[in-house]
């Protein structure tokens, strides 16, 4: 006699009476071919065949990419030796990385704040406490005039006069540009994904080694009215958290340093995201 117990979309056929000479590790066989039987045939298709991956190119395709490229990034051999580091390049690497960097650095280091700790007003250039420097020291040979266009279009900085700037926001919001958020967005979707294979990976072939962090809280009868409440919810408690983040991550982070001194480094974070669905 065998009952299912339905576990979110874990399905796991266990024997309701078990002899007494039944060992752990026999149910636990059981267990496992009963999850292995499920997800293989059923749950993992459904998520991916038809859910996941659709989602993923229909919004790749809304934002301009052709059938024929999103074919060629499928199929290409060269996917199945990737290589990280020609990973988030480009403008995804500057919104993900990059110029959150300069306000970061702008609001924290000593060098580029004032006698109250707060971002000092910078002159555009200069060798040591100017905003062309500011960005050097964030990313050598990075352009100031491309930051500051950038960084002045999404309102994290504002212009003092023609020689001069402020600091308006130590969080980057990319909402004033539809390209810009496009690429934060799709650098959040892979940066999640690390986890995903990270973790995959752990399960597969590493039992016992510790996977990346991640928990979600989810609750299928919120009502509808309170949604809005729960963003604003969700945005205090999250920037609060983040910027906890932020400062543990810079104060564990390395100047960079002739190749010879270098240690090995690692792109490290976390995120905080929001979901409503029917």
Same mark, same amino acid.
């Given at each position: 006699?065998?009952?299912?117990? /339905?576990?979110?979309?874990?399905?796991?056929?266990?024997?309701?009476?078990?002899?007494?000479? $039944?060992?752990?590790?026999?149910?636990?066989?059981?267990?496992?071919?009963?999850?292995?039987?499920?997800?293989?045939?059923? %749950?993992?298709?459904?998520?991916?065949?038809?859910?996941?991956?659709?989602?993923?190119?229909?919004?790749?395709?809304?934002?301009?990419?052709?059938? @024929? *490229?999103?074919?060629? *990034?499928?199929?290409?051999?060269?996917?199945?030796?990737? #290589?990280?580091?020609?990973?988030?390049?480009?403008?995804?690497?500057?919104?993900?990385?990059?110029?959150?960097?300069? !306000? /970061? +650095?702008? /609001?924290? &280091?000593?060098?580029?704040?004032?006698?109250?700790?707060?971002?000092?007003? !910078?002159?555009?250039?200069?060798?040591?406490?100017?905003?062309? $420097?500011?960005? =050097?020291?964030?990313?050598?040979?990075?352009?100031?005039? +491309?930051?500051?266009?950038?960084?002045?279009?999404? @309102? *994290?900085?504002?212009?003092?006069?023609?020689?001069?700037?402020?600091?308006?926001?130590?969080?980057?919001?990319?909402?004033?540009?539809?390209?810009?958020?496009?690429?934060?967005?799709?650098?959040?979707?892979?940066?999640?994904?690390?986890?995903?294979?990270?973790?995959?990976?752990?399960?597969?072939?590493?039992?016992?080694?510790?996977?990346?962090?991640?928990? *979600?809280?989810? &609750?299928?009868?919120?009502?509808?009215?309170?949604?809005? +409440?729960?963003?604003?919810?969700? =945005?205090?408690?999250?920037?609060?958290?983040?910027?906890?983040?932020?400062?543990?991550?810079? %104060? /564990?982070?390395?100047?960079?340093?002739? %190749?010879?001194?270098?240690?090995?480094?690692?792109?490290?974070?976390?995120?905080?995201?929001?979901?409503?669905? #029917?």
């Amino acid at each position: 006699e065998t009952w299912c117990g /339905h576990l979110s979309i874990w399905q796991v056929t266990v024997t309701a009476k078990p002899s007494k000479h $039944a060992s752990r590790a026999s149910r636990k066989v059981r267990s496992n071919v009963g999850i292995r039987k499920v997800t293989g045939d059923s %749950a993992l298709d459904l998520m991916i065949g038809e859910g996941i991956l659709a989602r993923v190119a229909q919004m790749l395709m809304r934002l301009g990419a052709g059938r @024929r *490229a999103l074919l060629t *990034a499928i199929d290409t051999t060269t996917q199945k030796g990737r #290589d990280p580091r020609k990973e988030f390049t480009g403008l995804a690497r500057k919104v993900f990385f990059d110029y959150p960097a300069i !306000l /970061h +650095e702008w /609001h924290t &280091n000593p060098r580029f704040t004032d006698v109250a700790g707060m971002p000092a007003k !910078l002159p555009l250039r200069g060798r040591r406490r100017s905003f062309s $420097a500011l960005v =050097q020291r964030t990313q050598a040979g990075a352009d100031p005039e +491309e930051a500051l266009s950038v960084l002045v279009r999404l @309102r *994290a900085v504002a212009r003092i006069g023609k020689t001069s700037v402020v600091a308006r926001s130590r969080v980057l919001n990319t909402v004033a540009s539809h390209d810009l958020t496009a690429a934060r967005l799709l650098s959040v979707v892979h940066a999640m994904l690390t986890t995903v294979e990270k973790n995959l990976e752990v399960t597969a072939r590493k039992p016992g080694t510790k996977g990346f962090y991640e928990r *979600a809280a989810t &609750n299928h009868r919120v009502d509808a009215r309170h949604v809005p +409440e729960f963003q604003l919810f969700l =945005q205090e408690q999250g920037d609060d958290f983040l910027q906890v983040v932020d400062d543990w991550l810079a %104060a /564990h982070s390395v100047a960079l340093k002739p %190749a010879k001194h270098r240690v090995k480094t690692l792109r490290v974070g976390t995120g905080v995201y929001m979901f409503a669905s #029917d």
